[in-house]
């Protein structure tokens, strides 16, 4: 007999879709098998304001396809000049779930980020008191601090002083990626939780690098060291309320992916749960995947799990090599693309 498990509809706490004729083609494949999911900020320009968010929003529902009861949740982007107020109002109407703090120039789009950390004070005495969550992009962008150390060194320097100034604060600290950083959130008490992608549980940076570049292995933070990715693994499979699904979805044209200095950003929704629930019966953990996919999140952003479900099943298939958008992007690859996928998910009309 087939084996099938189902779960409570999972929630994609961290997902890029971008705008337009990228949202319109990336979004269907989070859509069709989540229940909400975080849509990042980092457009060009962001989005910084309720106005700019509810606009997007609106952008967002209209690339739904027919029926779906999909929820996009969207995220306002600090700036050194954010206003208080305006994102109070966005929280309180529905418009803005959390606020995205990119340290400047750390990752894709994140110029306009925070450069000056006394700057965004006022803002995170406001969401401390009002019980608005804040998500990071954890990592150091001093120059003088190696690329692999970058999240280590930006828990020390600025997580950690953060946590201390607003303890009412709750944070994410978004796509961990390192031992150090599982260690971290775990004694953190609940008050940093952490989305883990399935791409940095699946790869390490021999894969990456050590049989030719492959670029569409290349994202931030980047990918680390074998005990790092067994420690992540670990972290995601044990069931810790601490720890929650965030693929980091993130869709680039082909010419963006291979140009000489290369965007960072792995395309894995239309693979995402499915290597989730490979990875967790990889380790024996299936019984675990609910929790990380499904109730950990929710849990941790203060909001009810699904009602709904969704089932897998243990049937193999060929991922997507690729994904059609219109206009000049054209198309983007997709992680695993091409690759025996063993999991999916049963969708009407679909298995018996
Ligand atoms: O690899 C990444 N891609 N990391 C990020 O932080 C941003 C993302 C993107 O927007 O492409
Ligand atoms: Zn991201």
């Not at 309720?50 to 396809?65: C, N």
């Not at 001093?142 to 604060?169: H, N, S, W, Y």
């Not at 193999?316 to 996928?341: C, N, T």
Request: aromatic share 8%.
């Amino acid at each position: 007999m087939t084996q099938r498990l189902t779960i409570r509809k999972p929630d994609d706490w961290h997902l890029h879709v971008r705008d337009n004729e990228m949202m319109r083609a990336a979004l269907p494949y989070t859509a069709r098998n989540f229940g909400r999911a975080i849509l990042m900020p980092n457009l060009l320009p962001p989005v910084r304001t309720t106005a700019e968010g509810a606009a997007y929003r609106q952008r967002a529902l209209v690339a739904l396809p027919a029926g779906s009861t999909f929820t996009p949740l969207i995220t306002c982007y600090l700036t050194d000049d954010t206003d208080p107020d305006d994102v109070e109002r966005g929280f309180k109407e529905g418009v803005f779930t959390a606020v995205k703090l990119y340290p400047a120039n750390a990752t894709t789009n994140s110029a306009a980020g925070v450069t000056d950390y006394k700057l965004i004070e006022r803002v995170l005495a406001r969401m401390e008191k009002i019980d608005m969550r804040l998500l990071i992009h954890g990592e150091e962008v001093d120059p003088t601090v190696d690329v692999f150390d970058r999240e280590a060194v930006f828990i020390e320097r600025k997580l950690i002083p953060m946590t201390k100034q607003f303890p009412g604060l709750k944070i994410v600290l978004e796509h961990l990626s390192s031992k150090i950083g599982v260690e971290y959130i775990r004694s953190a008490g609940g008050q940093v939780g952490s989305s883990i992608t399935p791409y940095h549980l699946q790869l390490n940076r021999t894969d990456w690098l050590g049989w030719g570049n492959r670029p569409y292995m290349y994202c931030m933070p980047v990918i680390k060291t074998e005990a790092d990715r067994l420690a992540l693994r670990d972290a995601a499979t044990s069931g810790e309320s601490c720890f929650f699904l965030g693929t980091d979805s993130a869709p680039h044209s082909v010419a963006k992916k291979l140009a000489t200095t290369g965007a960072a950003g792995l395309f894995n929704a239309p693979v995402a749960i499915e290597t989730y629930a490979q990875v967790f019966e990889e380790d024996g953990k299936l019984h675990n995947l609910e929790a990380f996919a499904s109730l950990n999140g929710p849990k941790h952003y203060g909001l009810p799990p699904n009602e709904e479900t969704i089932t897998l099943e243990k049937v193999s298939w060929i991922a997507p090599e690729q994904v059609d958008v219109e206009g000049p992007e054209e198309r983007a690859l997709v992680y695993r693309g091409g690759e025996s996928i063993p999991w999916r998910v049963v969708h009407e009309g679909q298995g018996g």
